[in-house]
């Protein structure tokens, strides 16, 4: 198996272990909220202050990952967020499960920036849509896989137990990583010649680093088009992971054990959505050229997500609502492996910093979100559902955004580029 798969691969136990911790807490969550005695609105918050902390940091810790290089810190990064999952465990109210949740995602910002700064070394231009759909679609098999374990273990031995067992699988991971990867393919014993020019495209390979010219990066139109993209699209993809169990149970009445299937359903659909986004991206990349490729693919699979998300907000039907919240899920993915690859296009060998600015963005989405859906189901008397039309709204402006970025120009240098069709 080529070496570039097999760092691959450890970055899909990663993004498993990442979304296992990351939803572990939106499964418990009817328990936890029954316990320490949390509403809607501070429930709203504990999301928020998840997602803020992992915005706050996301930016310095892409560059981290471009500077010292993936090894280093995603080790760091995810040593830090397996503690925070255990401390979550042992919190005794509202107050101190916020602080908890704001350094659990300060400690996991940077987790897909450093991922994508390895792909970036490590895959050609042509393999990365492909490549960052396999990443995020390992990810929602986390999430997947979170209600199917989350719910036994909290029935046997109560929630907090849950998060003690996860963060000991990050711990794991780490030594597995920081023993066997190294930063640059020229670095690994075993990757072979013919290897090394597929993944340069035949030229030299590139400087480790490169200094970010954010002043630069900043009077480009496309960079901001990228950050509004992203802000506006995770608004309706954070209600998936820290409100979907919630709103099954009060919103829609399922129980506990009916939870744990269904909950898990739109991260199965997820996963396959971002293995069909990548792997599309990346032929119409070959067949079509770099701006379609990205473009068509990010733009149809928003907009029909914003269509879906509209109709399981208005729609009474009982097997109508639900389908169309977890397909809304399915369309939306596909959209990740091609914004994701969007940023390598742009960012070259700073890909680190300019997908982390974009998740800074995102997460700032997502707090808002967060809060905002709190908010929104306290002041309709706990109506869920219209709760969902501004995740809607907010996807469909995502959709409109996208459409108008441009990845065939590099923010920050000039990069090979795959031919574009005859």
């Known amino acids: 198996m080529p070496y570039r798969y097999r760092t691959l691969a450890l970055l899909l136990l990663m993004a498993v272990v990442t979304y ?12 936890m909220q029954a316990e320490l005695g949390i509403g809607p609105a501070g429930w709203g918050w504990v999301g928020s202050a998840f997602a803020l902390g992992y915005a706050l940091f996301e930016v310095p810790t892409g560059m981290m990952a471009d500077r010292r290089g993936a090894r280093v810190t995603l080790t760091r990064i995810v040593l830090w967020w397996s503690v925070f999952t255990v401390l979550t465990g042992a919190v005794s109210g509202l107050a101190l499960l916020l602080v908890v949740r704001f350094l659990f995602g300060a400690g996991e910002a940077g987790a897909f920036p450093g991922a994508t700064s390895s792909v970036s070394r490590w895959f050609p231009t042509t393999e990365r849509g492909r490549a960052q759909g396999t990443v995020w679609m ?4 986390g999430g997947a896989l979170s209600p199917y374990l989350v719910t036994p273990i909290q029935s046997a031995w109560g929630w907090r137990t849950t998060f003690y067992l996860f963060g000991c699988l990050g711990v794991l991971w780490c030594a597995l ?10 670095q690994k014993k075993g990757v072979t010649a013919a290897e090394l020019a597929v993944i340069h495209g035949g030229s030299a390979p590139a400087a480790v680093h490169v200094p ?3 002043r630069r990066v900043m009077r480009r139109a496309t960079f901001w088009k990228l950050l509004v993209t992203y802000h506006a699209y995770s608004w309706g993809s954070f209600f998936y992971l ?3 169990s919630t709103i099954l149970q009060k919103g829609r009445g399922f129980t506990e ?7 898990s359903l739109p991260f199965l659909l997820g996963a ?19 701006i379609f490729g990205r473009r068509v693919v990010g733009t149809a699979g928003l907009g029909l997500g914003a269509i879906l998300l509209f109709v399981a907000a208005v729609t009474p039907h009982p097997i109508v609502a639900p389908l169309s919240l977890w397909f809304a899920y399915f369309s939306m993915d596909c959209f990740m492996a091609a914004v994701w690859a969007t940023t390598l296009d742009l960012g ?14 995102g997460q700032l989405g997502s707090a808002l979100s967060s809060a905002a859906f709190g908010s929104f189901v306290a002041a309709f008397h706990s109506d869920y559902n219209r709760a969902l039309i501004p995740l809607a709204l907010m996807t469909a402006v995502a959709s409109i955004v996208f459409s108008r970025v441009d990845p065939s120009v590099p923010l920050v240098e000039d990069l090979p580029r795959p031919a574009a069709p005859a």
């Open 177 to 186: 990583w920081y023993g066997w990867y190294r930063d640059r393919p020229e």
């Open 257 to 263: 054990h009916e939870t744990k299937f269904w909950a």
């Open 272 to 290: 396959l959505g971002n293995l069909l986004g990548g792997t599309l991206s990346d032929l119409l990349v070959r067949r079509r050229g770099l």
């Open 348 to 361: 070259g060998r700073s890909a680190g910093a300019i997908s982390g600015a974009m998740n800074m963005a």
């Open 212 to 214: 970010v010219p954010w």
């Open 20 to 31: 296992l911790d990351r939803v572990c807490i939106g499964v418990a969550g009817p328990r």
């Open 138 to 141: 390992a990810s929602r098999l």
């Open 242 to 244: 820290h409100w979907l």
